[in-house]
């Protein structure tokens, strides 16, 4: 897929006069279609700082391997706050944001097997095609027909209808009775934290880890990497209420690293040796800076933050260290596995959710989940 910005405008507007057209399935005259014009709101990026909650048309079938979802939860990610920050100007004005929530299939493309209108499903914050080297290898986050696109390259979930392609492989289905508040933290968050830190970071039994950042991803790191039983989490924010719910959660000490030097905290600590596992949460350049000065002789550096500047890599220090350092983009393999501990409330995830509000709330969530210090929040929820 080609990812320039210039050929998604124009991609854009080649579609738009198709989007804004919908087929009533209920027209008077047997046979014949009656075309209407059929808007949905929908949460719109305008570029850097600006975004918009308004009338966008309602997303219809492009490919036989499609399904329209009908919006039932979504919520907003780190991610969202980087792309409406500008970090990544890849992302078209027009766009609208959003890469999770569960839903309800509205409608369905002629080849999609796996699913019929009326099932609930969650969405998965990464398109797969299944049928690409990529996807074969179990790597999702590059299908070469998909990947991470949701709200980012293609209108995401922050909306009343959302267009999924490949859903066969992209939605996973809900069982008659889930707690479907519980099962948004799969779209993203969960397998993020899961893949790109805890198992990126092969945190073991009896470990020292380290997880810098206590947003919802760095949070769903610490309730993961608990299946491996370390000895010691250590939980480092700059986010009193985030730290004192990280204790909550299974941090065994936390550090708030605007008031305290986390260097020298997590040294003593450990005894001068550093940590086994580090974990970048936040995506800035001093968050990962810090995990390259407390990571153990032989240990693993695991990126999970999105990034939009450089970071220093301090060669002269580490290069004899035997350290790894890992990045990746969530493949969401995971996700089957994660969905079972859900359910069997081996982990709770919804106790991430501090806040709720309806769907057309979204700006006003927004405005909370960006001031997350001030409203005490984590993740928050819109319903439909
Ligand atoms: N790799 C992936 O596939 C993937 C997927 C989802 C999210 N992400 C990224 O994960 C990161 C975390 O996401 P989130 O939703 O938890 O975001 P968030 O913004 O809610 O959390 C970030 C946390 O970092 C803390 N923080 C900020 N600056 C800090 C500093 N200098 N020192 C210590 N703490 C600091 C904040 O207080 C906050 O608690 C983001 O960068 C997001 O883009 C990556
Ligand atoms: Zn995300
Ligand atoms: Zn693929």
Redesign the pocket.
């Known amino acids: 897929m080609d990812r320039g910005i210039n050929s998604f405008k124009q991609f854009i507007t080649q579609n738009k006069a198709m989007e804004n057209l919908v087929v009533d399935k209920a027209a008077p005259v047997a046979g014949m279609h009656v075309v209407k014009n059929s808007t949905m709101k929908a949460l719109v990026y305008y570029g850097p700082g600006k975004k918009a909650w308004e009338d966008q048309p309602r997303p219809v079938l492009k490919d036989a391997t499609d399904v329209i979802v009908k919006v039932l939860k979504t919520t907003i990610?780190?991610?969202d706050?980087?792309i409406i920050k500008g970090d990544m100007p890849e992302v078209a004005e027009g766009r609208i944001l959003g890469h999770e929530g569960v839903g309800i299939i509205e409608e369905v493309g002629a080849s999609v097997s796996n699913f019929k209108k009326g099932d609930h499903v969650i969405i998965s914050c990464v398109t797969s095609c299944g049928r690409c080297e990529y996807c074969k290898k179990g790597m999702y986050?590059h299908c070469e027909n998909g990947g991470w696109i949701l709200g980012y390259m293609i209108n995401g979930t922050q909306a009343e209808y959302v267009r999924i392609p490949y859903a066969d492989n992209s939605l996973f289905p809900i069982p008659a009775g889930a707690d479907e508040e519980a099962l948004v933290m799969l779209s993203?968050?969960l397998p993020?934290g899961f893949e790109?830190g805890v198992l990126n970071g092969q945190v073991k039994p009896g470990d020292t880890i380290a997880i810098?950042?206590?947003?919802?991803?760095?949070m769903a790191a610490l309730l993961t990497a608990q299946f491996y039983t370390p000895a010691e989490i250590i939980v480092?924010?700059?986010?009193d209420n985030?730290l004192e719910v990280a204790k909550t959660f299974g941090a065994t000490q936390t550090i708030n690293?605007a008031k305290e030097n986390a260097i020298e905290k997590v040294m003593a600590l450990t005894n001068g040796k550093g940590v086994d596992t580090a974990i970048e949460?936040?995506?800035?350049p001093?968050?990962f800076e810090l995990c390259e000065e407390i990571i153990s002789a032989g240990g693993h550096i695991a990126n999970?933050?999105?990034h939009g500047k450089s970071v220093v890599l301090h060669m002269e220090k580490l290069w004899d260290r035997n350290i790894s350092i890992t990045t990746?983009?969530?493949d969401t393999v995971t996700t089957p596995m994660l969905f079972k501990t859900v359910q069997s409330k081996k982990i709770e995830p919804k106790k991430l959710i501090t806040h709720r509000f309806k769907l057309d709330e979204m700006i006003k969530a927004y405005d909370t989940f960006e001031h997350?210090?001030r409203e005490k929040a984590l993740k928050v929820l819109l319903t439909s």
């Not at 810098?212 to 760095?218: F, I, K, Q, S």
């Open positions: 990610c780190g991610t706050l980087h986050s993203d968050i993020t790109c810098v950042g206590a947003g919802p991803v760095g480092i924010d700059q986010d985030r690293s949460a936040v995506g800035v001093a968050t999970i933050g999105v990746r983009l969530v997350a210090a």
